[in-house]
T-cell receptor, first 119, second 113 residues
């Protein structure tokens, strides 16, 4: 079945540095990928929609200059947290939709998630 | 706009007893609804989905959910809980216009021996 892979699973970085998280669709092409963040014991909040070959669409309240999203190919989207601060520490999850599925409500596959800790 | 409300933040059951996780939705048209499970420190796994076909949807691991339009509900059930079912469960609605997923607040299922 379809698999979405995220890397790294865990990352610790110093405050002020940047960190990149990758999201790959392993056996299908994804024109659209989504990035979510999840604080401990809370639900998932959509951060942005990543569109292959075009700019990402950010949700209200999400700083696009801080959370850089690049979707350069049909199988890879990256999220870069720039100038990270401790409050950016969170669980980041990506999801991807198979471009072969046409109807609304298609299965969307999630990555395993990436834990970011900023110290 | 679509939304989902998970009525219970925590549910505790004994192993072997039935599970009921409640979800109500709000949508201006026929929605696409999902249940996802998240085990501790893990990503999300799709349990089942409803996309305007059969109203009783069977998923993985013995779970099923019934879409009831009259009650705007999509409750998740399982006849007999296993210890391995202990996890966080999310009811999710798909935004038809954008394919975004809108998550409920989650229900933490505890299973006692």
């Amino acid at each position: 079945g379809a698999v979405v892979s995220q890397h790294p699973s865990w990352v610790i970085c110093k405050s002020g540095t940047s960190v990149k998280i990758e999201c790959r669709s392993l056996d299908f092409q994804a024109t659209t990928m989504f990035w979510y963040r999840q604080f401990p014991k809370q639900s998932l909040m959509l951060m942005a929609t990543s569109n292959e070959g075009s700019k990402a669409t950010y949700e209200q309240g999400v700083e696009k200059d801080k959370f850089l999203i690049n979707h350069a190919s049909l199988t890879l989207s990256t999220l870069t947290v720039t100038s990270a601060h401790p409050e950016d520490s969170s669980f980041y999850i990506c999801s991807a939709r198979d471009r072969g599925l046409l109807s609304v409500g298609n299965t969307i596959y999630f990555g395993e998630g990436s834990w970011l800790t900023v110290v | 706009a679509q939304s989902v409300t998970q009525l219970d933040s925590h549910v505790s059951v004994s192993e072997g007893t039935p599970v009921l996780l409640r979800c109500n939705y709000s949508s201006s048209y026929s929605p696409s609804l999902f249940w996802y499970v998240q085990h501790p420190n893990k990503g999300l796994q799709l349990l089942l989905k409803y996309t305007s076909a059969a109203t009783l949807v069977k998923g993985i691991n013995g779970f099923e959910a019934e879409f009831k339009k009259s009650e705007t509900s999509f409750h998740l059930t399982k006849p007999s809980a296993h210890m391995s079912d202990a996890a966080e469960y999310f009811c999710v609605v798909s935004d038809r216009g954008t394919d975004k997923l809108i998550f409920g607040t989650g229900t933490r299922l505890q299973v006692f021996p």
